[in-house]
């Protein structure tokens, strides 16, 4: 179990220190980073509500590949790029939503049989490799967004729409948390591993998850107010300040009508 969580921690901390510390890809000179990033954060915005309304299989295979191409041409490494949304996507979210498939929770016809009243059905099984290839969907767009436009730009895209200073506020904070306690989980982790010698037993190894959750939420409380004083104490005044000032250019309007003319055609073909 513990094993078990510590690979899915690594694997989203993964995600967030690639985002995090995105500028390396940000500023090399592929699609999605010709964009401007008001036109890139509304556009994928509305390409992930779009898919997440697809029902069939077929359809949102299409929207993968979509996303695949997409991160192709805006030069984002793609083994790390499927391995990273793949973990949460597939991995996480199929264990979560494995029960289902069951006949327990979803009436059907039998897929696989596990006994003689134990059996996963086809409509369960199809029900969630749907939820599952939305999950991909989503997280892949969310995940070229982020790498492809700085964290500073993406916040001011919001600001640009007339958002709230408290959400934007609230979303900035929020991401520079997350990416804090799961780097304290891994330490915590790697502190145990580096203090024991030979197998770890079942019972052991659940108490020690247990005693984790526990002490990050104490840690929490802490480091959230030592961050925030730190980032006051560096001018912090609830907002970043940029110096980048956004201009469309003809390739936002190619993309724009690009992505008019796709979603149109794939709707036309009733996949």
């Known amino acids: 179990m513990d094993r078990f969580l510590e690979k899915t921690i690594q694997g989203i901390y993964g995600i967030f220190e690639d985002l995090f510390y995105s500028?390396?890809?940000?500023?090399?000179?592929?699609l999605m980073q010709s964009l401007d990033p008001?036109?890139?954060?509304?556009?994928?915005?509305?390409?992930?509500?779009?898919a997440n309304f697809g029902k069939s299989i077929l359809f949102l295979s299409v929207f993968a590949i979509y996303t695949v191409v997409l991160a192709f041409l805006s030069k984002i490494p793609l083994k790390a790029y499927i391995k990273r949304v793949a973990v949460i996507s597939i991995i996480f979210t199929g264990i979560i939503l494995l029960?289902?498939?069951?006949?327990?929770?979803?009436?059907?016809?039998?897929?696989?049989y596990f006994g003689k009243?134990?059996?996963?059905?086809?409509?369960g099984a199809l029900a969630s490799l749907t939820l599952m290839m939305r999950s991909f969907v989503s997280l892949s767009f969310v995940y070229i967004l982020s790498l492809s436009t700085k964290w500073t730009d993406i916040l001011k895209a919001f600001r640009s729409f007339h958002l709230p200073q408290v959400f934007t506020t609230t979303l900035e904070m929020a991401f520079r948390y997350i990416f804090l306690f799961l780097e304290v989980s891994l330490n915590t982790f790697l502190a145990r591993k580096s203090r024991n010698v030979g197998k770890i037993k079942?019972?052991?190894?659940?108490?020690?998850?247990?005693?984790?959750?526990?002490?990050?939420?104490?840690?929490?409380?802490?480091?959230?107010?030592?961050?925030?004083?730190?980032?006051?104490?560096?001018?912090?005044?609830?907002?970043?300040?940029?110096?980048?000032?956004?201009?469309m250019t003809p390739w936002d309007y190619i993309w724009i009508s690009s992505n008019l003319i796709f979603i149109i055609a794939l709707f036309n073909a009733k996949l």
């Open 38 to 50: 008001r036109v890139k954060l509304l556009s994928i915005l509305l390409l992930i509500v779009i």
């Open 99 to 112: 029960p289902s498939t069951f006949n327990f929770f979803e009436k059907g016809s039998p897929l696989i």
């Open 117 to 123: 009243n134990l059996y996963i059905t086809k409509e």
């Open 202 to 247: 079942g019972r052991d190894g659940r108490k020690f998850v247990a005693s984790v959750i526990g002490s990050t939420l104490i840690r929490s409380n802490e480091l959230t107010e030592e961050v925030y004083k730190a980032m006051v104490s560096r001018g912090y005044r609830g907002e970043y300040k940029t110096f980048s000032s956004f201009k």
């Open 23 to 30: 500028d390396e890809i940000a500023a090399k000179k592929g």
